[in-house]
């Protein structure tokens, strides 16, 4: 289901090619956890939804693995694996370098500040 949620966010308005494999295998476990067909259906229509809640916030992950995946034709799980530790990492990296700077900028106007009162106050008691 995170496949055919992964395309339907990739292709946008487009409607993607029905993954036919993909349901047969859906449909063959359902019963697992489903007695009628009408909770078969329900259950696939609530395991898309969370399929494509759970991508929601890897678009840019989804992209990347897409991107490689036209140009190698395929991945095995150690590659995919690898690409989205990498992913990661690059995220985390980016969000410590902004809150650094957000620091640094933080820093630079406590100074601004410290000075801007320390002048005030000599030019308060030059005046007394």
Do not use: W
């Not at 992209?63 to 991945?75: C, G």
């Not at 990661?88 to 957000?102: F, M, S």
């Amino acid at each position: 289901m995170a496949g055919r949620a992964a395309e339907a966010k990739l292709l946008g308005d487009s409607e993607p090619e029905p993954p036919v494999d993909d349901l047969r295998k859906a449909r063959e476990l359902a019963p697992l956890s489903c007695k009628s067909e009408e909770a078969i259906e329900t259950f696939i229509a609530h395991c898309d939804v969370a399929a494509r809640d759970l991508l929601m916030f890897y678009g840019d992950v989804v992209m990347v693995l897409s991107i490689v995946l036209r140009i190698r034709r395929t991945l095995d799980d150690a590659e995919i694996d690898r690409i989205i530790s990498d992913m990661e990492a690059k995220k985390v990296l980016a969000a410590e370098r902004r809150r650094r700077t957000e620091g640094r900028r933080c820093e630079f106007a406590s100074e601004r500040f410290r000075a801007e009162c320390n002048h005030t106050n000599v030019a308060a008691s030059a005046t007394f």
